[in-house]
């Protein structure tokens, strides 16, 4: 594709975005936790910028960032994304890989999805036994891209949230071993607390490069960030 790439920069993601300032007023039956959550989403940069640029989501910023830096998609690839919905990730694949006319995306997630063009979605809890199969079965073959955006319902414990989402993220990644292509790429979300360190360890055995990475689009106040695993080196 001649598509230009976009990326965020330090103000925010693209051209003509702008300094926000709305201040949301607590309504009577509106939490202060609400309020505040509100108020951050209408003075949020990448936001205001995913509905101007026509994304579902501001999280579709994190994954033009870090393809971007670190060239994931290429024109043709075949991509699985896991924890799809409500799609940004996967508007940006589809994008990127030139799809449905060149490469291959499914998509899946335990909530519903609207469609997106070139995007073949699967409704589906990834914990499934046949979760699995289902999945090498719509892609039809070995991917070049394992994406993850799953997180676990947030429980408010730091502990707990970190180990609920590490479990995801290693669950994806024994998805990607048995399903990338040699030279492929893994990338998925985790929360920082600990035992990451270790999950990189044994990614390092398995792949070129591992690091982690947090795009700008991902809040700084947040412990989320990624972990990127590129250069699959097979069996």
């Known amino acids: ?15 003509g975005a702008r300094d926000l300032s709305v201040r949301v007023k607590t309504a009577k039956y509106r939490k202060i936790s609400s309020t505040r959550w509100l108020q951050r989403q209408l003075n949020d940069p990448y936001v205001v910028a995913a509905k101007r640029d026509g994304y579902r989501s501001r999280a579709a910023y994190k994954i033009i960032e870090i393809d971007d830096a670190h060239q994931l998609f290429k024109p043709g690839a075949r991509v699985v994304d896991l924890g799809a919905t409500p799609g940004g ?3 940006v694949a589809a994008q990127r890989i030139g799809a449905p006319a060149n490469g291959k995306i499914v998509s899946i997630d335990i909530n519903e999805m ?5 995007v073949d979605f699967i409704q589906l809890d990834f914990l499934d036994d046949n979760a699995p199969d289902i999945i ?12 993850s955006d799953m997180a676990a319902p947030a429980t408010g414990h730091k502990r707990t949230d970190h ?3 590490m479990a995801l993220c290693e669950i994806a990644l024994e998805l990607a071993y048995e399903m990338l292509t040699p030279g492929g790429h893994f990338c998925a979300k985790v929360l920082q607390g600990g035992t990451e360190k270790q999950l990189l360890t044994k990614m390092k055995q398995r792949f070129e490069v591992v690091k982690h990475v947090k795009p700008k689009a991902s809040r700084a106040d947040s412990a989320e960030t990624y972990v990127l695993a590129k250069g699959f ?3």
């Not at 790439?5 to 051209?15: H, K, N, V």
């Not at 609207?114 to 070139?118: H, L, M, N, R, T």
């Not at 090498?136 to 994406?147: F, Q, Y």
């Open 1 to 15: 594709m001649n598509k230009k790439r976009q990326s965020g920069g330090e103000d925010g993601p693209g051209r």
């Open 114 to 118: 609207e469609s997106i063009a070139g």
């Open 163 to 165: 180990i609920k989402i």
């Open 89 to 91: 990730w996967s508007q």
């Open 136 to 147: 090498k079965h719509a892609i039809g073959g070995t991917v070049d891209v394992v994406l």
């Open 233 to 235: 080196r097979g069996d």
